[in-house]
């Protein structure tokens, strides 16, 4: 009994600590947050301190990777590297921006729908429905284009009233359409999510509680049931991004995404490919990037899946 008594006590354990020692323990999902880290890094810091990459030398077109370009140049002569962290700037933006739209509007929209119930549910989830039934890309090209419109007349007023620079303005006009016509559809699948896991939350002891104390609906729902279903969003959401980052260099391939003198990885992959028998670096390097972009974040989102799975705790 002695010797128990001097024990130093257990320390207890946590659901989030645990979760970050099986996160620790997955090599896959650390070595993909390493990679994502360096990828930040050199996009938005390292991208800072590299050439022009919209600097066009017809002389230096097609050059070889030396000291002054290190990934050589493509056909106008621009600084290879530079495109690439540039363009690297943009799809990660457009995944990161695209996946907070949509984020925002499923986590509302699924939890107003799942804890309504009735008619309202039903109501909403046949919109969402319908709106699944249609092609996504048809409905991102169709968006796309009437906020490209609404954009270009924005462009023209902040430039007239806050005598912003206008080319930067411009450019910004050309990829900001492309940042919500992504996010504002692609909320339909998170919707559903958030929507059953509001519909067994709702059922609990603790919102039956805040009921019978008096507590408001909407109290209710923003301040118990939606805190309690952001678990499975973040997982979700690790694994849009590099879904909305793919799009946008599918829509970028066909000429429908970013456009010059922007680039992103989907506009250099394009570029690349024009000239796949004689400058193969053009499509390979870019390429890389972008795949290695990928699968860091699917590895992630897997490892974060896995890492907050509850039965996996218990095992």
Known sequence: MAEQAQASPKHGSSLWRDA?????????????FWVILVMFFMCFVLAWFCPDPNKVDLADKFAPPSGEHWFGTDKLGRDLFSRILY?????????????????????????????????TDAVMMRIVDTLLAIPFLVLVIVL?????????????????????????????TNVVPLFFALGLLGWLTLSRIVRAQVMSI???????????LGYGKRRILFRHVIPNVLGPTVVYSTLTVPGFIMYEAILSFL??????????????????????????????????????????????????RDALDVKAAKD
């Open 20 to 32: 970050r020692l099986r996160m620790a323990r997955n090599k896959f999902a650390m070595a993909g």
């Open 87 to 119: 363009g690297g700037q943009v799809s990660i933006l457009v995944g990161l921006v695209a996946t907070a739209v949509s984020v925002a509007i499923g986590i509302v929209y699924g939890a107003l729908s799942g804890f309504a119930g009735g008619k």
């Open 144 to 172: 796309q284009a009437t906020l490209s419109d609404w954009s270009g007349d924005a462009t023209n007023w902040i430039v007239e009233n806050f005598h912003w620079n206008k080319e930067f303005t411009a450019r910004l």
């Open 202 to 212: 709702k059922e609990r002891e603790f919102v039956e509680a805040a009921t019978a």
């Open 255 to 304: 000429g429908l995404g970013v456009e010059s003198p922007n680039s992103s990885w989907g506009v250099l992959i394009k570029e690349g490919a024009n000239f796949l028998e004689t400058e193969i670096q053009l499509l390979l390097l870019p390429g890389l990037f972008f795949s290695l972009t990928l699968f860091s974040l699917n590895f992630l989102g897997d490892g974060l």
